[in-house]
C-alpha cells in the first residue's frame, strides 16, 4: 500500500484541480449553456434551416466556383458564382428529363408486378413457402400497388380540387413550399457571392491568444467536412450510378430507383448493405411477375454488389479520399443519430461539424494537454 501511495503521490504525474466552488459553478455554467444552447437551436430550428440548406449547397459547389475562376481568370466571384449556377441548374433539369419518365414507366411496371406476387403462388428451389406466406402477411402489397398507381394520383387530385378547404389548405401549403425554397436559393447566392469574406471575417473573431488552437480545432473541422461532405459525396453519387447502371443490365425492377438509393445510404460508408432485404424482394417479385428463375437474379445482383463495391474500396475511394482516414463509420452512424434525434432534419446537417469539434477539442485540450505531463520513462 505505501508503495502504491508513493506512486501516486510522484511530482510527474499531473495532479487533478481540486472541485473548489468556482470550478464547480463553471462547470454548471457551461452544461447550461449547452442545453440551452440545443434548446435555441431546436425552437429555431424552421428559421435556421434554410439557411444551413444553403451554407451546405454552396460549401458543395464552392470547389466549381473555383474552378470557373481558375477557367475564366477572373478575381471576381461574381461570374463564376452565375456559371456555376447554370452548370448545375442544367445538370439537375437533364436529371430530371431523364429520370421522371422513367420512374413513371418503373412505377407503373411495379404496381402490376406487386399485384401479380400477391396474387400468384410461386416455388422457388430452397426456399420454403413459408416464408413466402409470411411476406405478405406481413407486407400489403395491394396497399402498395395502390398508391403507385396512376389512378390513385389522379384520384387524390380530383379529391383535393373539389374540395374548397382542402385545396385552399394544400395551396397555402405550396406557396409556403415555394417561399421556403425561394429563400434558400437568395441565401445560396449572397452566400457564394461572398464565401471567401465570411470565411476570412470567422477567422477575424477567434482572439489573438487563443488563435494557434482555434485554428487547429478549425483546420480539423474542414478536413473532416472535406473527406465526408464532398469526398463522400462524390463517392456516394458515383456509386449510385454504378449500382443503377448494373440493375438495368441484369433487368431488376426499379433498378434505378434503388441503385440511386444505395447511393444516399453510402453517405454513411458500408450502409448500403441495409438495402440487401429490399433488393431480395425484389427479386421475388420479379420472379412471380415474370417467370424469371429467381437464384439466377439473385447471384447477378449480388454480383452487382461486389462489384461495385470493390470499385468503391479499389478505385475510388482510394483516389478521391486519399490515404488519409476519415471519422469511423459506427461513430458517423451515431453523431447522425443522436443529432438528428434532438435537432430533426437540422441536426443530421450539422452532426459532423459539432462531433468533429467535440473530437477535436478533446484531442487539443485533454488528450495533448495530458500527454504533456507523462514521463519520459512512461512514454517508452
Not at 101 to 125: C, F, G, N, V, W
Not at 155 to 175: P, Q
Request: charge should be positive.
Amino acid at each position: 500500500m505505501n508503495f502504491l501511495r508513493n506512486i501516486m503521490n510522484q511530482s510527474d504525474f499531473p495532479q487533478r484541480a481540486p472541485f473548489t466552488f468556482d470550478r464547480v459553478v463553471r462547470i454548471l455554467f457551461t452544461v447550461c449553456t449547452i442545453v440551452a444552447l440545443v434548446f435555441f437551436l431546436d425552437s429555431l430550428k424552421g428559421v435556421l434551416l434554410p439557411f444551413l440548406v444553403a451554407c451546405l449547397i454552396a460549401y458543395m459547389l464552392e470547389p466549381i466556383v473555383r474552378w470557373n475562376m481558375k477557367w475564366t481568370k477572373m478575381k471576381s466571384r461574381f461570374v463564376p458564382v452565375l456559371l456555376t449556377l447554370l452548370e448545375a441548374t442544367a445538370l439537375l433539369a437533364l436529371f430530371c428529363v431523364i429520370f421522371i419518365p422513367y420512374l413513371i414507366s418503373e412505377t407503373t411496371q411495379m404496381t402490376k408486378m406487386l399485384r401479380d406476387y400477391a396474387t400468384t403462388q410461386i416455388h422457388i428451389p430452397y426456399i420454403s413457402s413459408s416464408i413466402h406466406e409470411f411476406i405478405r402477411e406481413n407486407i400489403d402489397f395491394n396497399g402498395i400497388s395502390k398508391l403507385l398507381s396512376r389512378e390513385e394520383w389522379i384520384a387524390l387530385l380530383k379529391k383535393t380540387v373539389t374540395s374548397s378547404w382542402s385545396f385552399l389548405s394544400s395551396g397555402l401549403a405550396f406557396i409556403l413550399g415555394i417561399l421556403s425554397w425561394l429563400i434558400v436559393i437568395l441565401y445560396v447566392i449572397f452566400i457564394m457571392l461572398d464565401y471567401e469574406r465570411i470565411m476570412h471575417g470567422f477567422r477575424q473573431l477567434a482572439p489573438v491568444r487563443y488563435r494557434y488552437r482555434i485554428f487547429k480545432v478549425a483546420s480539423d473541422i474542414k478536413t473532416a467536412m472535406n473527406r465526408y461532405f464532398r469526398g463522400q459525396f462524390l463517392i456516394s453519387m458515383l456509386v449510385g450510378v454504378l449500382f443503377s447502371i448494373g440493375f438495368l443490365i441484369i433487368g431488376l425492377p426499379m433498378g434505378v430507383v434503388l441503385g440511386l438509393f444505395i447511393g444516399m445510404l453510402n453517405m454513411v460508408p458500408y450502409l448500403q448493405l441495409i438495402s440487401l432485404p429490399i433488393t431480395v424482394l425484389l427479386c421475388l417479385v420479379c420472379t412471380a411477375s415474370t417467370g424469371t428463375d429467381f437464384w439466377v437474379i439473385f447471384w447477378e445482383s449480388m454480383a452487382v454488389y461486389v462489384v461495385v463495391q470493390c470499385i468503391q474500396d479499389l478505385l475510388l475511394t482510394p483516389r478521391i479520399m486519399g490515404k488519409a482516414m476519415g471519422l469511423n463509420p459506427a461513430i458517423i452512424l451515431l453523431s447522425l443519430s443522436i443529432w438528428g434525434s434532438l435537432l430533426g432534419f437540422m441536426g443530421l446537417i450539422i452532426a459532423l461539424p459539432l462531433t468533429t469539434l467535440l473530437l477535436s477539442y478533446y484531442n487539443t485540450y485533454i488528450v495533448e494537454h495530458y500527454s504533456s505531463h507523462i514521463p519520459k520513462t512512461e512514454e517508452k
